[in-house]
Nanobody
């Protein structure tokens, strides 16, 4: 069992930066791989980034590669998504997700636990 709460979304201009946070609240000692997904109105949910429990493995979707960085601080129960060089096409609701299966793998899926999402809007 785990609860995820995203924060840090907002309005930013093209080329700007934003850092999202995901608070991971565990009810057991299970370990989890964590991922960020995003979904814009009228579009399919899209994989953004994933990180293994230890942080030793990461994975990024092609549209954000080189611009976004995922990291985690397990001591603080936080996962971050640093977003740089933002573009209007990055506008979406960003979701944090977790799964206990193969937690050492930064997988694109599946993920069983989801946060409520945080809105990111990039103005042009």
């Amino acid at each position: 069992q785990v609860q995820l709460v995203e924060s840090g979304g907002g309005l930013v201009q093209t080329g700007g930066s934003l850092r999202l946070s995901c608070a991971v609240s565990r009810r057991t000692f299970a370990t989890y791989r964590i991922a960020w997904f995003r979904q814009a109105p009228g579009r399919e949910r899209e994989f953004v980034a994933a990180i293994s429990w230890s942080g030793g493995s990461t994975n990024y979707g092609d549209p954000v590669k080189g611009r976004f960085t995922i990291s985690r601080d397990n001591a603080k129960d936080l996962v971050y998504l640093q977003m740089n060089s933002l573009k209007p096409e990055d506008t979406a609701v960003y979701y944090c997700a977790a799964d206990a299966t193969l937690p050492w793998v930064a997988s694109t899926g599946p993920y069983n636990y989801w946060g409520q999402g945080t809105q990111v809007t990039v103005s042009s």
